[in-house]
Nanobody, 123 residues
């Protein structure tokens, strides 16, 4: 079992920035990929960014490339999502997730999920 706790969400104006954190505990040695997903009201949960835990390889959705940066601190078992130049359409609940297998963009392939943190971008 892996427990995930997100933090850092909030209300920000368009063009602003936020940094999300996700701290893992439990069976963390077997983690291979950590990722951020988001879900806006009435929409499906979508992949935002992912990172391999050992090699640090990163993956991004096209909609956030160049604006969001995913990183991790292995010693702290913590993953981050630095979000810059936020847009109205970035408003969503952001979830972190863990997968024991290789990187995958579909939410159904992830083994553990956090409770989510709300990000609201206002005009």
């Amino acid at each position: 079992q892996v427990q995930l706790v997100e933090s850092g969400g909030g209300l920000v104006q368009a063009g602003g920035s936020l940094r999300l954190s996700c701290t893992a505990s439990g069976r963390t040695l077997s983690m291979n990929v950590m990722a951020w997903f988001r879900q806006a009201p009435g929409k499906q949960r979508e992949f935002v960014a992912g990172i391999t835990w050992s090699g640090g390889f990163t993956y991004y959705a096209d909609s956030v490339k160049g604006r969001f940066t995913i990183s991790r601190d292995n010693a702290k078992n913590t993953m981050y999502l630095q979000m810059l130049s936020l847009k109205l359409e970035d408003t969503a609940v952001y979830y972190c997730a863990v997968r024991y297998g290789a990187i995958y963009y579909g939410p159904g392939a992830y083994d553990y999920w956090g409770q989510g943190t709300q990000v609201t971008v206002s005009s």
